[in-house]
Nanobody, 121 residues
Framework: QVQLVESGGGLVQAGGSLRLSCAASGTVFSIDTMGWYRQAPGKQRELVAQITSGGMTNYADSVKGRFIISRDNAKNTASLQMDSLKPEDTAVYYC???????????????WGQGTQVTVSS
């Protein structure tokens, strides 16, 4: 089994910064992609940022230029640096990892428990 543990959420004023971290543990052979999704009340879960094992990144248009995703392949961790936060960034943020638990098996998605980010105006 694979567990994803998130940390770093909280309450911040508009214009402030937060850093989210995610650590994968358990039976991990390799991790293809790691990413962050968010879900605001009454809305669908959406991709915020994603990074491949080779370091290629993908961002939602709404966070480009404000958020930076990074990962440490050796430690199976990923981080999301969030700057210039806006009230519309308020949501529960979920870490996602596409993990291979054996070399001969295809990857599957795992999710963290979610961490609340609240940006006050």
């Amino acid at each position: 089994q694979v567990q994803l543990v998130e940390s770093g959420g909280g309450l911040v004023q508009a214009g402030g910064s937060l850093r989210l971290s995610c650590a994968a543990s358990g039976t991990v052979f390799s991790i293809d992609t790691m990413g962050w999704y968010r879900q605001a009340p009454g809305k669908q879960r959406e991709l915020v940022a994603q990074i491949t094992s080779g370091g290629m990144t993908n961002y939602a248009d709404s966070v480009k230029g404000r958020f930076i995703i990074s990962r440490d392949n050796a430690k199976n961790t990923a981080s999301l640096q969030m700057d210039s936060l806006k009230p519309e960034d308020t949501a529960v943020y979920y870490c996602n990892a596409r993990v291979r638990i054996r070399s001969y098996q295809g990857p599957r998605d795992y999710w963290g428990q979610g961490t609340q980010v609240t940006v006050s105006s």
